[in-house]
């Protein structure tokens, strides 16, 4: 069955610290990932994608991300924290036929010592 | 930069009621979509409507849904007879080609 993990229900990092959130996936082919943040009261932002290419990619707001296929991994990091990152982060996958709906982790929040 | 609309913020209702959640979806964007968020759990699709049409839906999506482009900028969810199981954050999100969704920030429908 196509699923999303997110082993990390909550982190909480210090301001300035590095970030990891683990993202891990089972999905018939390679899917398309994304990453989303949800601050309080707030939609979902998208904050990077993968479609091919580069398994390391940008995003906005500091963030990348790192696809590996043999891994089935799309782990979002961070270098260094900032009390504004707080919030709540999803890993999705997208099909690259057939279904257009995306599948989400449970997601991890994110709190921000200072 | 543009970004997708959702009305209300927050809607009660009591159940057995029809409600109608509302988005203004980006506009040139061509395809749109509906999901919800039950508390404390994961985002999960609803339906997806391209050209005027469902192009997909969930098992979630059953008779009591369904889905309207009244104008070109409207993009609507009508709930027909409410159940206190339909109370979830609902996303609306829309999108220039099938590959990419850019989401709204939600109206939290509780229903009693």
């Known amino acids: 069955a196509q699923s999303v993990t997110q082993p990390d229900i909550h982190i909480t990092v210090s301001e300035g610290a590095s970030l990891e959130l683990r993202c891990n996936y089972s999905?018939?082919?390679?899917?398309?990932l994304f990453w989303y943040v949800q601050s309080p009261g707030q939609g979902l932002q998208l904050l990077l994608k993968?479609?091919?290419?580069?398994?390391l990619v940008q995003g906005i707001k500091g963030f990348e991300a790192e696809f590996k296929r043999s891994q089935s991994s799309f782990n979002l990091r961070k270098p260094s924290v900032h009390w504004s990152d707080a919030a709540e982060y999803f890993c999705?996958?997208?099909?690259?036929?057939?279904?257009?709906?995306?599948?989400f982790g449970t997601g991890t929040r994110l709190k921000v010592l200072a | 930069e543009p970004e997708v609309t959702q009305t209300p913020s927050h809607q009660v209702t009591q159940m057995g009621q029809e409600v109608i959640l509302r988005c203004v979806p980006i506009?040139?964007?061509?395809?749109f979509y509906w999901y919800r968020q039950i508390l404390g759990q994961k985002v999960e699709f609803l339906v997806s409507f391209y050209n005027n049409e469902i192009s997909e839906k969930s098992e979630i999506f059953d008779d009591q849904f369904s889905v309207e482009r009244p104008d070109g900028s409207n993009f609507t969810l009508k709930i027909r007879s409410t159940k206190l199981e339909d109370s979830a954050m609902y996303f609306c999100?829309?999108?220039?080609?099938?590959?990419?969704?850019?989401f709204g920030p939600g109206t939290r429908l509780t229903v009693t």
């Open positions: 999705a996958v997208g099909a690259r036929s057939g279904t257009y709906k995306y599948i």
């Open positions: 999100a829309s999108g220039l080609s099938r590959y990419e969704q850019y």
């Open positions: 506009s040139n964007h061509l395809y």
């Open positions: 999905y018939g082919a390679t899917p398309y």
């Open positions: 993968y479609f091919s290419g580069d398994t």
